[in-house]
């Protein structure tokens, strides 16, 4: 019998990917609005090799929106608060709807008067957090962004678990080139990498997480089922988390990671927190000689030996996923097939 072999992984455009998310959202409770602004997101995660917060992340929103706990229709209200200062209420919606919402009104804040700031408040954020500032950068901005999760890490010195992975972004253009762009947790790993490594029946590293007694482990089921992860550095990884709660919770109005209880919604998994922009026109302070003088320190950066830049890895996938398509595990790609194939909620 001739043996036919099931192949693993399918490649798909990132427009096919992006149209399946959206019908996807559309079939779970969101406005078309969010749908497309979710899809997006998502879709260039998955494209940019991001595992922990692309596809993966679907299962999550989904559970999150029928268990009532995001309004997955809401429509963000934007406040012009002062010159410099722009405020949104997520009305309890997602965060990159609110960004949306508010983005022309900060670019023109940020190059009138050189910075300007975004407060984005009542908001759930459950994805990476690169693609909130790296379109700024391709528009010549400087941008940073913070937002605070769930409480899952325990302060330095502390013993129970009290501030969120809380991830910082920042994103810089470059002379003809992409811009420089990290973005990384402030815990020693993100959640959702310590999910993966539980699935996938994988340790983490020492000094990561502890327990439900609070003892050191490197076994991330103990992790998930009671205990809490650390923060990256030791107290220098706490500190910065500290101020991600102050920026992101009490500057916007948003909850801190530790201020919310989703125990009433079985299935919630997005946290309800907030979000916090700066973005910065360097055109005002060095004009054309920021970009010059970004591309001196890479290459003083290269020629003392750190040849892999932060972002290097996102960009050589996404142009991988450019050429070849994004590639998915079959069953999966099936999986969101038969999710996007569901008959669409009334309308109303
Ligand atoms: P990583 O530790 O994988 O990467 C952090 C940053 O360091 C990235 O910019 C990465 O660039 C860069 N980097 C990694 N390795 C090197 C190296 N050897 N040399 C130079 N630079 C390097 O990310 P995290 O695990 O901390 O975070 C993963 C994702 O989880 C992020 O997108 C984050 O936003 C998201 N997250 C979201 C949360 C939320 O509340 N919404 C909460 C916590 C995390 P590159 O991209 O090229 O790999
Ligand atoms: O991976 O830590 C994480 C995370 C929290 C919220 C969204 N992602």
Redesign the pocket.
């Known amino acids: 019998m001739p043996h036919t072999t099931v192949p693993a992984t399918q490649h798909i455009a990132f427009a096919e990917l992006q149209d399946l998310l959206t019908q996807i959202f559309l079939r779970h409770g969101t406005s078309p609005e969010v749908a497309a602004i979710l899809a997006a997101n998502c879709a260039s995660?998955q494209r940019?090799g991001?595992a922990?917060?692309g596809i993966f992340r679907i299962p999550g929103y989904l559970s999150t929106l029928a268990s009532g706990w995001v309004n997955g229709r809401a429509v963000p209200q934007v406040q012009d608060v002062a010159p410099g200062y722009v405020a949104v209420d997520a009305g309890n919606g997602f965060a990159q709807p609110a960004l949306q919402a508010a983005r022309s009104l900060l670019i023109e804040k940020a190059r009138h008067n050189g910075i300007a700031l975004l407060a984005i408040r009542n908001s759930h954020?459950?994805?990476?957090?690169?693609p909130d500032v790296e379109p700024f950068a391709r528009e010549g901005l400087v941008a940073l962004a913070f937002?605070?999760?769930m409480a899952c890490v325990v302060p330095t010195g502390g013993h129970k678990a009290l501030f969120?992975?809380?991830?910082i972004?920042f994103a810089a253009p470059r002379a003809g080139d992409n811009p420089l762009?990290?973005?990384?947790?402030t815990?020693a790993?993100?959640?959702?990498?310590v999910q993966i490594a539980a699935r996938a029946g994988h340790r983490l590293p020492e000094g990561y997480g502890v327990d439900r007694h609070g003892q050191p482990t490197r076994d991330p089921a103990a992790v998930l089922d009671g205990g809490a992860l650390l923060p990256?550095g030791g107290y220098k990884g706490s500190a910065l988390a500290m101020m991600v709660e102050l920026l992101a919770a009490a500057l916007t109005g948003g909850n801190f990671s530790f201020g919310f209880d989703w125990s009433q919604h079985p299935g919630a998994k997005t946290?309800w927190?907030g979000e916090l922009l700066i973005v910065i026109d360097p055109s005002k302070g060095a004009g054309h000689s920021f970009t010059q003088r970004t591309e001196i320190l890479v290459r003083h950066m290269r020629a003392a030996g750190?040849d892999?830049?932060?972002?290097?890895?996102?960009?050589q996938q996404r142009a991988q996923s450019d050429r070849h398509g994004i590639a998915i595990g079959c069953e999966e790609l099936a999986r969101l097939r038969g999710l996007a194939a569901a008959p669409l909620p009334p309308a109303g």
């Open positions: 995660a940019d991001a922990s917060h954020h459950f994805a990476a957090l690169w937002v605070n999760s969120g992975t809380n991830p972004a762009v990290f973005d990384l947790a815990s790993i993100a959640h959702g990498d990256f946290p927190t750190q892999r830049q932060p972002g290097d890895r996102r960009y």
